[in-house]
C-alpha cells in the first residue's frame, strides 16, 4: 500500500544540474525522515542527505555546497536539487523514507527503485 516513486534522472554533463524527486504515496499516517542515498559501481551505498522532521538536515561532505534537500509535506515528496554535478557523482540514486504506516502504527523503511544519474564531460 506504501511506495516510493522516484523521477529527474538522466545524462547530464559536468558542471550541469539535475532535480530528482520522490513522492510517498498509500496509506500514511506519518513520515519520520526522508532521505537520498547513492551507489556507485564497486561502491558501498552511502548517504547523501537526508531530511528529519523538525528540520535537522545532513549532508555527505562530497555533496555539500553543491546539492540541496528539501521536503513537501503536503505532497509527501522530497527533493535533491543537484547542482555543479561532477564525474564523481555518477551513481544510482536511491529514495529512502521512515513511515509510520496508518493501518497498523509502526514505523517501517521503505525504498525507491532507484534512477540512474550519470555525469559525462
Known amino acids: 500500500q506504501v511506495q516510493l516513486v522516484e523521477s529527474g534522472g538522466g545524462l547530464v554533463q559536468a558542471g550541469g544540474s539535475l532535480r530528482l524527486s520522490c513522492a510517498a504515496s498509500?496509506?500514511?499516517?506519518?513520515?519520520?525522515?526522508m532521505a537520498w542515498y547513492r551507489q556507485a559501481p564497486g561502491k558501498r551505498r552511502e548517504l547523501v542527505a537526508n531530511?528529519?522532521?523538525?528540520?535537522?538536515?545532513n549532508y555527505a561532505d562530497s555533496v555539500k555546497g553543491r546539492f540541496t534537500i528539501s521536503r513537501d509535506n503536503a505532497k509527501n515528496t522530497v527533493y535533491l536539487q543537484m547542482n555543479s554535478l561532477k564525474l564523481e557523482d555518477t551513481a544510482v540514486y536511491y529514495c529512502?523514507?521512515?513511515?509510520?504506516?496508518?493501518?497498523?502504527?509502526?514505523?517501517?523503511?521503505?525504498w525507491g527503485q532507484g534512477t540512474q544519474v550519470t555525469v559525462s564531460s
Open positions: 529512502h523514507a521512515k513511515i509510520r504506516r496508518a493501518w497498523d502504527s509502526l514505523l517501517y523503511d521503505y
Open positions: 531530511d528529519i522532521s523538525g528540520g535537522n538536515t
Open positions: 498509500g496509506s500514511i499516517f506519518s513520515i519520520n525522515i
